[in-house]
Nanobody, 114 residues
Framework: VQLQASGGGLVQAGGSLRLSCAAS????????FGWYRQAPGQQRELVAS???????NYADSVQGRFAISRDNVWRRVYLQMNTLEPEDTAVYYC?????????WGKGTQVTVSS
């Protein structure tokens, strides 16, 4: 299983970014996916997740601003981030839980300037 995240960058507060995660080596239809982030000196935290049946969950801090979605045909997972805040600055990681194992991709840096 391989995950490749992209779409990070530098954006001003109030702006938007869309992260994309390309998955390979798995049956995307049965995998659960999540986006995590880790800020300097902080623990990695779950931002949003989407189950194989499409059920979505969000951290309280991003509820109403971020939206996770999936495309099982192209094996991609997206994180649309709107109304970004400086506190959203972190490295964002794509994760999948597949047959009881966690798989991680390399992160993509998101920097929000005030």
């Amino acid at each position: 299983v391989q995950l490749q995240a992209s779409g990070g960058g530098l954006v001003q507060a109030g702006g938007s970014l869309r992260l994309s995660c390309a998955a390979s080596g798995l049956n995307a239809k049965i995998a659960a996916f999540g986006w995590y982030r880790q800020a300097p000196g902080q623990q990695r935290e779950l931002v949003a997740s989407i189950a194989s049946d499409g059920t979505k969950n969000y951290a309280d801090s991003v509820q109403g601003r971020f939206a996770i979605s999936r495309d099982n045909v192209w094996r991609r997972v997206y994180l649309q981030m709107n109304t970004l805040e400086p506190e959203d600055t972190a490295v964002y990681y794509c994760n999948t839980q597949y047959y009881g194992r966690d798989h991680w991709g390399k992160g993509t840096q998101v920097t929000v300037s005030s």
